[in-house]
T-cell receptor, first 111, second 115 residues
């Protein structure tokens, strides 16, 4: 049973527009959520995180929103750039335990 | 100056063979992990070591045996390789089990192909 789901395998966005990547989870005990970015033939790299006590965290062009009642989080990238083209993984953990990853969304930003 | 390095990057071998993947981190972290990314792209944790002690051991066949000679190294040995072991294996490290401001850092992966 997959506790973290990214239902969109791919997303295509025009350069300069907003990219919105979505993630749903089922375990209400998750208290820490992260987004990782992965380029081909490389390992995932940490992008941004959010604690369950917050509903928003912003870092430059990247903002993560958490809706606990809906068990949903999203990553907004504004403005999107071609270099943002990558696979984005959502991950969650409970009380510092193991990370549970979604299956990733491939973002393509077209010039 | 690679933070988490794993070797080899590619591994092609026959079914039934035994192989090892090595991982080293120079970040001074105390916790290391092995993940498997299967054909469906899910990244699933296999093992986690903290200061050379096993702390997470998921439901993994006992053909897989991790070994941590020191806290900077975590190797993965696989016996009697099977077709289903074909995947990309990622090593990662973090400080203090991976808290809010100290996420896991990943190596570039080892792509294992079983013929």
């Amino acid at each position: 049973d997959q506790q973290v789901k990214q239902n969109s395998p791919s997303l295509s966005v025009q350069e300069g527009r907003i990219s919105i990547l979505n993630c749903d989870y089922t375990n209400s005990m998750f208290d820490y959520f992260l987004w990782y970015k992965k380029y081909p033939a490389e390992g995932p790299t940490f992008l941004i995180s959010i604690s369950s006590i917050k509903d928003k965290n912003e870092d430059g062009r990247f903002t993560v929103f958490l809706n606990k009642s809906a068990k949903h989080l999203s990553l907004h990238i504004v403005p999107s750039q071609p270099g943002d083209s990558a696979v984005y993984f959502c991950a969650a953990s409970s009380h510092g335990g193991k990370l549970i990853f979604g299956q990733g969304t491939e973002l393509s930003v077209k010039p | 100056d690679t933070a988490v390095s794993q070797t080899p990057k590619y591994l092609v071998t026959q079914m039934g063979n035994d192989k090892s993947i090595k991982c080293e981190q120079n970040l001074g972290h105390d916790t290391m992990y092995w993940y498997k990314q299967d054909s469906k792209k899910f990244l699933k944790i296999m093992f986690s070591y903290n200061n050379k002690e096993l702390i997470i051991n998921e439901t993994v066949p006992n053909r897989f045996s991790p070994k941590s000679p020191d806290k900077a190294h975590l190797n993965l040995h696989i016996n009697s390789l099977e077709l289903g072991d074909s995947a990309v294996y990622f090593c990662a490290s973090s400080q203090a089990g991976g808290t809010l401001n100290q996420p896991q850092h990943f190596g570039d992966g080892t792509r294992l192909s079983i013929l």
